[in-house]
């Protein structure tokens, strides 16, 4: 009996302390205290997006230790999104606001003041070193746009999905990049469905309607069609059981596999996967047209074919943004590679290495364009940009230190003067600005029927696994990777409310 009595108090203690630490720290996250000014006599430093990169950045303690720096921050979303979980908004796993954090999350809990911007990047100038903005929302005040200088730019502006210029991609398709398009595409699905379901559709109408073609077998392809395949199989078969079994997934990729940056096992294993979900896959077939009801296609033996169908969703890679491109193109000599901007080791921008940083999706790097990439390179540069504020700092010091011991006449002041001097070097020789090293954490991707895939680095070799295990940890890696504890909890419930009613098919 007193032995179930002590289990009894120490649960109920444990419960109303668990419940008052995260009351605690709920509260903490929602009323940031006041925050210090920032100081206009010094550096201004202006960082473009809110993405993976920019918030990465934002979020280490580093670049607030660059302490008096006048910090800005510019992007046309004031929210970072969580883009792996993206495909589960598309099909209404989970709400889109489970999956997004406002940026003025991040800064408003710094210690000092940081400046938010909702605007679009217009130009550039590495020369006058100013950008110029513009207010891209529907509503705009009397001032739209401005041109702002800085001292030092983080430019993390990601990237957008690249189109080939193929005729009908930009009229047709879907894309799967930012919030909007996975909301596109929701309300898209649902018209098919809908549409099929109207009494008198003849049976090839309803063929072609509820036929989904997915360009680009990359893994944002490749997890869209896995969690399409569970939405229909979850749930469109209770509401729509009439149409279920004619709905067809198919997936086009231009390469001989698709997911060509996993392991050969993990290729295999997601291709025997679809084969028993019914996810047709198309290999070595190209897409060279998206038109109202169909998609144009060379097939391997270079052939046309017209695919008709209902919905494509266009997942065909990245390319830069048209101001990215711009900026390039004034520096033409060093900023020649079409993949994007090309930096040094240092993430500094050649041609601009004095004043601008480039992380993430708008580089040409080794790396591929990945967020464990970006975050990294936003981790890095934060603690880069306080050893130079340490370094400019010293140096303003020294230079001062060096006119005090050359103009002062008093023999003691000048020795005490020479002896700072020396500290002061001494202490500007131990700045030492490391080249960015990137460590990869492994590759995580949902393939569907509550299976995933991950490449993980073992030792000096890689560990290929799948399944319903890989599954579980690949919910709970991006479980904890989420952005806040808002975040976790809102995904968690999502989670456990789709197990219990399944998803919403009524059509905002
Ligand atoms: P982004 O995160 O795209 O951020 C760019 C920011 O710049 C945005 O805030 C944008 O609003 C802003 N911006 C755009 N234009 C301007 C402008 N003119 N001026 C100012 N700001 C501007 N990677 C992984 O490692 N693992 C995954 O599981 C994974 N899953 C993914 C799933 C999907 C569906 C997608 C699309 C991508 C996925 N990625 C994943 C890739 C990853 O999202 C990107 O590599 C990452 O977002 C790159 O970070 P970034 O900071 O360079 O760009
Ligand atoms: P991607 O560049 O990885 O894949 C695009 C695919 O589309 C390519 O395989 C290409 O051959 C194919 N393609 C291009 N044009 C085509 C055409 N006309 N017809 C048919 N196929 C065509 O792009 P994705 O998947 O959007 O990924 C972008 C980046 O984001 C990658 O670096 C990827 O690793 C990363 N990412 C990572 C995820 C993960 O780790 N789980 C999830 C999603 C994206």
Known sequence: KGFLQFVGRATLI????????????????????????????????????????????LLKPWIQLTSTSHQVVVSPRNFFLFTPLLPSVAV????????????????????????VIEAEATDVDPVSKTISFKDSSDI???????TVPY??????????????????????????KELNDAERFQNEFLDCLETAAFPGQDAQEVERLLHMVVVGGGPTGVELSGELHDFLENDLKSWYPELAGKIRITLVEALPSVLPTFSKQLINYTESTFKESKIDILTKTMVKEVKERSVVLQMPDKSIQEMPCGLVVWAAGNRGRKVTQDLMAKLPDVQNNRRGIV??????????????????DCTATAYAPTAQVASQQGAYLARQLHQMAKRDHLEEKLGKLETLASTVLDEEEKKKALQEVEVTKKQLAKIKLRPFEYSHQGSLAYIGSEKAIADLPFMNGNIATGG?????????????????????????????????????????
């Open 140 to 146: 705009k005040g009397a001032v739209s746009s401005t």
């Open 343 to 360: 930096v040094d080791e240092y993430l500094r921008m050649k041609g601009a290495e004095d004043s601008i940083f480039a992380i993430g």
């Open 14 to 57: 444990t419960t109303i302390g668990g419940a008052g630490a995260f009351y605690y720290i709920t509260q903490r996250e929602k009323h940031p205290g006041p925050q210090m000014p920032f100081d206009p006599e010094k550096k201004t430093l202006v960082v473009l997006g809110s993405g993976w990169g920019a918030t990465s950045l």
């Open 468 to 508: 319903v295990a890989t599954y579980l940890f690949w919910r709970s890696a991006y479980l904890s990777t989420l952005f806040s504890l808002r975040n976790r909890v809102l995904v968690a419930t999502d989670w456990m409310k789709v197990k219990l009613f399944g998803r919403d098919v009524a059509r905002e």
């Open 151 to 176: 001292d030092y730019l983080v430019y993390a502006v990601g990237a957008e999905t690249q189109t080939f210029n193929i005729p009908g991609v930009k009229e047709h398709a879907c894309f799967m």
């Open 92 to 115: 209404g796993t989970l709400n889109t606001r489970s999956i997004i954090q406002s940026i003025r999350y991040i800064t408003r809990h710094k210690t000092r003041n940081v400046s």
